[in-house]
């Protein structure tokens, strides 16, 4: 038996399964306008850090930063495992393997504040900039790096 279209549309809007369908639907997205900064050096700069569809060095900026996520989350789980409690509490001075995942971290965060700070000051808009959850997170997560970082140092000074 063959069903035509038109006796299926109506059935769909008689029993109101049409409606509700296209409600469950997602809505289209919106096309959302690429807003740059006036400054053609920071348009460059801006699209390439925020928009990989924009270009094929864009392209490969996105998955080298998520290869680097990908790398500090790894190394942090690696790093909680109980067979390295012991060189972890050693310190790195004297352990090759606390060392490694010091290194790791101190480059994965390097790479992170570089590119926050690049997007900060290439980004069009500095408050919508602020108000984004993602650079709330950065903002929340790189600063205690480097405050550990620095107090580290003034302990060793100490000593």
């Known amino acids: 038996a ?10 769909l809007h008689y029993f109101k399964i049409h409606d509700l369908i296209l409600k469950a639907l997602p809505k289209p997205a919106e096309k959302k306008l690429m807003e740059l900064p006036r400054n053609r050096n920071l348009q460059v700069l801006w699209k390439l850090l925020e928009y990989p569809q924009s270009s094929t060095a864009a392209k ?23 067979q390295f409690h012991e ?10 393997i606390a060392a490694v995942f010091f290194g790791i971290e101190a480059s994965c965060m390097v790479v992170f504040t570089f590119e926050f700070i690049l997007r900060l000051i290439s980004c069009p808009d500095k408050l ?7 650079n709330i997170i950065d903002l929340i997560t790189i600063p205690p790096f480097y405050v550990t970082l620095l107090l580290r140092k003034e302990r060793a000074l100490d000593y």
């Open 2 to 11: 063959v069903v035509s279209t038109q006796s299926t549309g109506q059935e």
């Open 60 to 82: 490969f900026l996105a998955v080298v930063e998520i290869v680097v996520i990908v790398l500090a989350v790894a190394s942090f789980c690696i790093e909680t495992l109980p």
């Open 87 to 96: 060189s972890i509490r050693e310190g790195w001075d004297k352990n090759s």
């Open 128 to 134: 919508q900039f602020c108000k984004g959850i993602l």
